[in-house]
Nanobody
Framework: VQLQASGGGLVQAGDSLRLSCATS????????VGWFRQPPGKEREFVAA????????FYADSVKGRFEISGDKSKSAVALNMSSLKPEDTAAYYC???????????????????????WGQGTLVTVSS
């Protein structure tokens, strides 16, 4: 599975931005798709994930209420809608995926980087103050 993240850019604090994670030549089907981000000089961290098989959605506490992940197994892209952006949201954003054998996984797994099998390249989001 090849993943392509896009939609990054330079915005001001308070603005909104929509990122897309697309597969090539297929729909997602029963996959878990996650978004991670890596701020400058820091480790990659979990942002949000969606289990397209069962519909479960998870968010990092830092983005709850501001970011929304959406997707459908019949589509070839998963979106991350980001609003009320803050300078601390500045990072390279990556999407990742893995086949979903289950409709429900423990919430422990979704933020775990090593749990994901496929990764796309990053798209840079810069939020100015």
């Amino acid at each position: 599975v090849q993943l392509q993240a896009s939609g990054g850019g330079l915005v001001q604090a308070g603005d909104s931005l929509r990122l897309s994670c697309a597969t090539s030549g297929r729909t997602f089907g029963d996959y878990v798709v996650g978004w991670f981000r890596q701020p400058p000089g820091k480790e990659r961290e979990f942002v949000a994930a969606i289990n397209l098989k069962g519909g479960s959605i998870f968010y990092a506490d830092s983005v709850k209420g501001r970011f929304e992940i959406s997707g459908d197994k019949s589509k070839s892209a998963v979106a991350l809608n980001m609003s009320s952006l803050k300078p601390e949201d500045t990072a390279a954003y990556y999407c990742a995926a893995r086949p979903a054998q289950s409709m429900r996984y423990s919430s422990f797994y979704y933020p775990t980087r090593d749990w994901y099998r496929y990764w796309g390249q990053g798209t840079l989001v810069t939020v100015s103050s």
